[in-house]
């Protein structure tokens, strides 16, 4: 197996992209930190799902828009495992609207997670990896 002995973290790993990510990683022998924001449910239904073929993996609650939830999740993932190997930045939305009815809170949101969110969880994983 590629990844026996590695550490992932992988942000919005209970549903579509993430979810897939999540469980091949685990089945190439990753322990997976399975991030999610407010799915616990589905979280732990994965976590259940690696378990049952043999694999290892948590569920991590954080909404990397909040740099303290993200410093969290990167502790609590190290607690646990005693290091971390590798970061998949996975976690995104989208809130539909055309460019006119769009509101600011809207967009403020949707930036924070998708571009804010990729920089506090990449900065916490390079701090990681050069300990």
């Known amino acids: 197996m590629f990844l026996t002995g590695q550490v992932?973290?992988?942000t919005?790993?209970?549903s579509?992209?993430?979810h897939a990510i999540a469980r091949a990683m685990a089945a190439e022998g990753a322990t997976v930190a399975v991030n999610h924001r407010a799915s616990p449910e589905a979280a732990n239904e994965l976590v259940n799902e690696i378990?049952?073929?043999r694999g290892s993996a948590f569920a991590v609650k954080a909404d990397v828009s909040d740099e303290?939830?993200?410093e969290s999740m990167f502790e609590?993932?190290?607690s646990r495992c005693g290091r971390l190997d590798i970061l998949v930045a996975n976690a995104g939305l989208q809130r539909d609207s055309s460019f006119r009815e769009m509101s600011l809170t809207?967009?403020?949101k949707v930036m924070d997670v998708n571009l804010t969110g990729q920089f506090l969880c990449a900065r916490a994983a390079v701090r990681q990896f050069m300990a």
């Open 12 to 14: 919005g790993g209970s």
């Open 106 to 108: 809207d967009w403020r």
């Open 51 to 53: 378990a049952s073929a």
């Open 76 to 78: 609590e993932t190290v």
């Open 68 to 70: 303290q939830a993200v």
């Open 16 to 18: 579509g992209i993430g």
């Open 8 to 10: 992932a973290l992988v």
